[in-house]
Structures are given as C-alpha cells and as structure tokens.
C-alpha cells in the first residue's frame, strides 16, 4: 500500500506543487507503518516476509519522501543528508551482510523511535512551507520531533553494529552445521 502511493506523493510535490496535500499523504503512510505493525503484533501475525517487506518499504519511503523534500528545498540540507546517508548505510549493511550469510537483524527499540520521529519530523517541514495557517507550529514540531528522532536513529546505528557481527557470526555457524550434517 504504501510503496504504491509514493508516485501520488511524487505527483502531489511536482505535478500539481500541493506541499499540503504531499505532507498529507505522507503524514497517512508514515502512520500506517505504525498501524501495520501494531496490528500485525497485537493479531499475531507478523511473518518472516513482513519483516523483510516492511524496513524496506521504510528505506522506500524514506528515500522518496526526503529526496523529494529536498529537491523542494522544504528541509534543511543538513538536516535531510543525515538521514539518508544513515538510511543508506544501514540498507547497504543489510545486503552485505544478507550476502554474506548472516541471519536477520531484528530492529531495535531505539530503531523504531528513530523511524517514529522522523515519519512525523518530515511531513511537518514539508507542511512547514505549506500555506497552511499553522505552517510556523508545524516547523516547531519538525524539529521536535526530527532532533529526537535522528538522534534515536543514531544510537541504533551504533546498537546495530555488534548485533550485525553476532548475527553474521550465528548464520555462517548456521551454514557451517548444515553442511556438516
């Protein structure tokens, strides 16, 4: 669902220059995020294939919305690069490591409130230079809710460096009894 509304996002930025509307739909599937992932836990249903689906529908949206943002000039550059540079190693990491046989790293507590944060942070600086009668609020809340959640997203980046060797360690372990049995 959400990957196939970032082309109504691209369309909302460029095709029809709707920052509101953009940071509508992108306030929308941010919360979805959450939504499907508290029903997925609360139903007991989260499967091995949401787990890989949904961190990268994230990365997805994360890539797409804040390219977009950027090239909109609705975000501090700084600001928007320390994301995706973090968004970009952890999703190089990831395959690396995918590669190299190592088994799945679950995401953090500090992993989670990172994504939170910054799925609010960037449709509030896109409504920020909206014509919306609370755009200054909106920019307030940007940051309020965008240095915490960068923040958070660091930490995990750190947290996940030793699960990332442990996890590589336990699945060529893995590997290795396999074929020995």
């Known amino acids: 669902m959400r990957l196939l509304c970032l082309p109504i996002f691209v369309y909302l930025m460029f ?16 919360a979805t995020d959450w939504i499907d992932g508290y029903i997925a836990r609360h139903y007991h249903q989260v499967s091995d294939l949401g787990k890989i689906l949904d ?5 997805l949206l994360f890539f797409v ?37 190592a088994r799945r790293v679950d995401v953090t507590w500090f992993g989670k409130a990172g994504t939170f944060g910054l799925m609010f942070a960037f449709p509030l600086f896109l409504a920020s230079e909206s014509t919306m009668g609370w755009a200054d609020t909106g920019r307030v809340f940007a940051w309020v809710t965008g240095i915490p959640g960068l923040a958070f997203s660091y930490v995990a980046w750190a947290l ?11 699945g060529r ?9």
Not at 55 to 59: G, M, N, Q
């Open 65 to 101: 919305g804040i390219g977009c943002i950027l090239i909109d000039g609705s975000v501090p550059v700084w600001f928007a690069w320390m994301v995706l540079v973090r968004e970009f190693v952890v999703a190089a990491t990831t395959v690396v490591l995918g590669l190299m046989g």
């Open 15 to 30: 095709g029809r220059d709707n920052r509101a509307a953009a940071a509508g739909l992108l306030a929308v599937l941010g």
């Open 173 to 181: 372990a893995d590997r290795a009894a396999a074929e020995a049995a």
């Open 55 to 59: 961190p990268v529908a994230d990365r």
């Open 160 to 170: 996940y460096l030793p699960l990332g060797i442990k996890a590589l360690r336990e």
